[in-house]
């Protein structure tokens, strides 16, 4: 599993050999990389135990399973689309619960579990709801010593009910009228790069649906699939931002 490598936590010093205080660092011992500088009140939550929690929390319930790894395996972002918890946007636009997970061991982030949904018409994923990061554990104090299966339990059931309450207003997002649709193409209105804004723009073009829901979904379609380099960390921001920008049109 590439997700399950060794990390230990290592005092740093200089080249003269004199210790840095209150720092240590976090490094991958099968290649020996430094993967991130952390203070002495930092714990480790390993990639493996949290899959593993999650995948705990989760039972018996079908998912379907994506692990990527960015900066050598600093971060980790899991997604699980769950096809047996599914909402119809309109009659044929149908998707499903997805959670994103997000876990590192270089400090930019506590393990984080947001809500997400995985649109089958076109196989794009993308973030919904106002509270994305609805669970958040820190690497700091007894909390970051183990993930508790139970209490992740509890939060994705939970998240499940937050996914069937933004129904609504995905179909308000269906029926609303979109005036002017290039303005959700410019970066000004939308705070993304100009080139999947192109791509959004190419994509809302040539389809049918000339909603405030299509003017999302072309945006998600772009950040998906016309990521020059797939980056997950800035993949999630942007879903966050489209989210945020369109339902301020509601």
């Known amino acids: 599993m590439k997700h399950n490598f060794p990390v230990e936590l290592m005092p740093i010093q200089t080249k003269s050999r004199i210790a840095i205080p209150n720092r240590r660092a976090v490094v991958r011992t099968d290649t020996n990389t430094p993967l991130g500088i952390v203070s002495t009140k930092y714990e480790l939550l390993n990639h493996a135990d949290v899959v593993n929690g999650f995948r705990k929390a ?18 980790l972002y ?15 636009d149908t998707i499903s619960l997805q959670f994103i997970m997000k876990n590192s061991y ?9 809500l997400g949904a995985f649109r089958l018409v076109c196989t794009n994923g993308m973030m919904i709801g106002k509270k994305f990061f609805a669970f958040s554990q ?30 609504p207003v995905m179909q308000t997002m269906a ?5 002017h649709p290039s303005e959700y193409f410019e970066t ?23 909603s405030l ?18 980056n997950p960390a800035m993949s999630v921001y942007y879903g966050q931002v489209v989210w945020r920008e369109l339902t301020k049109a509601l």
């Not at 319930?61 to 994506?66: A, H, K, N, R």
């Not at 899991?78 to 044929?92: C, D, Q, R, W």
């Not at 270089?106 to 947001?114: E, F, R």
């Not at 829901?213 to 797939?230: D, F, P, Q």
């Open 188 to 210: 000004k209105k939308v705070r993304i790069p100009k080139y999947l804004l192109a791509a959004a723009k190419e994509s809302y073009e040539s389809e049918r649906d000339k």
């Open 58 to 75: 989760l039972g018996d319930q079908e998912y379907e399973e994506t692990i990527k790894l960015a900066r050598n395996g600093a971060q």
């Open 106 to 114: 270089d400090g930019t982030n506590a393990l984080q579990i947001m």
């Open 213 to 230: 829901w299509g003017v999302y979904n072309s945006l998600t379609y772009a950040i998906t699939h016309k990521m020059k380099r797939e």
């Open 138 to 167: 820190k690497h700091i104090g007894s909390e970051a010593e183990s993930v508790d299966a139970g209490k992740l339990k509890e939060k994705v059931t939970m998240i499940a009910d937050q996914f069937t309450k933004a129904l």
């Open 78 to 92: 899991a997604t699980y689309s769950m096809p047996n918890h599914t909402v119809e946007v309109t009659p044929g």
């Open 175 to 179: 029926a609303a009228t979109v005036f």
